[in-house]
């Protein structure tokens, strides 16, 4: 049984780990040059910072366990506490999904752009490098993204999952001059300039040698200036930014759009199957059944992995096969 698993997210990767640690023949196809998805960490000169998500929290007693085992290969640390945990990647958030995926098989730089069944059971993934087959596919990228791979199929998923929508988000990247200090621990998050959600210092989180600064902009000021030219954007972000904090010498500035951020409605499932179809669609809109934040975040992408690697795992059961 040979499984391919759409996007090296998060959880993609979680599901991955899961099957290859049960025995399976897994492939992970990432149309991006590297995995990690939206734990997103860039490099800009000496420094590094992360754009994508900002740390993460830890409700369920599952991903607790496995924090502590990364925390034992210092893989990730608490950042800071207020009360509750604020976990980092120690060498950014993308650095936690390269050791995630360490053994893995990955094909990057592959875009995959249909996915249909054939005959009764195999499904062949058409990419812009190839054709691979599966017996079983989990995609994971967002699900407007998925709904597109899918073709006629997109037909047999119920009309509600259609109906959850994203929202943007930008980021400002800021390398500054000196030692810029923002807050105690490197991060401001209430009570900013309007539009401005979060400043994070990535030196003072400990992942960067420069003063690189990460700016997240607010979802409705993101929606709002999403189709506006890239400079333009920039250039406001900035002015936001020096409001916020103050006149900082700033030495280079860099943008990033997500397009599809975090999804404003969540499902309550945690996984999805395409009609009788063995498709699965996964990722952090899929929250469990009892979740108690009722958010998309880190926790619900990795717990969507797990469960969707554990179904698999039991389908394949139901058949006799290992
Ligand atoms: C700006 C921002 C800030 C955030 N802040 C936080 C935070 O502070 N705390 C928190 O808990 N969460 C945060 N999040 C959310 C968190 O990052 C996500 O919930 C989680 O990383 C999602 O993982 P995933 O595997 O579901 O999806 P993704 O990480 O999006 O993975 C999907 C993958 O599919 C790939 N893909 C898409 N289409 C194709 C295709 N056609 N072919 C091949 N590959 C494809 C993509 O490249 C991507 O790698 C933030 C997100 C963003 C964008």
């Known amino acids: 049984m040979k499984i391919g698993i759409i996007g090296a997210g998060l959880s993609g990767v979680v599901a991955a780990r899961e099957l290859a640690r049960r025995g399976h023949t897994v492939e992970l196809i990432e149309k991006s040059q590297s995995v990690g998805g939206r734990l997103a960490t860039r490099r800009i000169g000496d420094g590094q910072a992360d754009h994508g998500a900002v740390y993460f929290t830890v409700r369920g007693e599952e991903l607790k ?103 943007p988000t930008f980021v400002g990247l800021f390398e500054c001059a000196g030692d810029v200090q923002i807050g105690i621990d490197g991060i401001l998050d209430h009570d900013l300039t309007p539009g401005v959600l979060k400043v994070v210092n990535n030196r003072q989180k400990g992942i960067s040698k420069t003063s690189l600064l990460s700016v997240y902009m607010e979802e409705g000021w993101s929606e709002e200036w999403y189709e506006r030219p890239e400079e333009e954007t920039l250039a406001e972000v900035e002015r936001l930014f020096q409001e916020e904090v103050g006149d900082i010498d700033i030495l280079s500035r860099q943008l990033k759009r997500w397009r599809y951020a975090q999804a404003k409605d ?22 469990e059944s009892d979740d108690p934040s009722g958010r998309t975040r880190f926790e619900s992408a990795y717990l969507s992995g797990l469960r969707v690697a554990e179904a698999i795992e039991k389908s394949m059961d139901r058949l006799g096969h290992s």
């Not at 604020?86 to 650095?95: E, H, I, L, V, W």
């Not at 063995?278 to 952090?284: F, H, Q, V």
């Open 266 to 287: 969540v499902w309550h499932e945690p996984f999805y199957q395409v009609s009788y179809h063995p498709i699965y669609l996964a990722g952090d809109v899929f929250l």
């Open 65 to 167: 366990r496995e924090v502590q085992s990364w925390m034992s290969a210092n893989w990730v640390r608490v950042w800071y506490a207020d009360p509750y945990p604020r976990y980092m990647g120690t060498d950014g958030m993308n650095g936690l999904a390269k050791h995630l995926a360490e053994g893995l098989t990955v094909h990057l730089n592959e875009r995959v752009e249909n996915v249909q069944v054939e005959g009764d059971r195999t499904i062949t993934i058409k990419t812009d490098v190839t054709i691979r087959s599966y017996d079983r596919v989990v995609m994971t990228a967002p699900l407007p993204q998925s709904f597109e791979l899918l073709g006629s199929l997109v037909d047999q998923i119920e009309p509600a999952l259609h109906r959850l929508v994203y929202a």
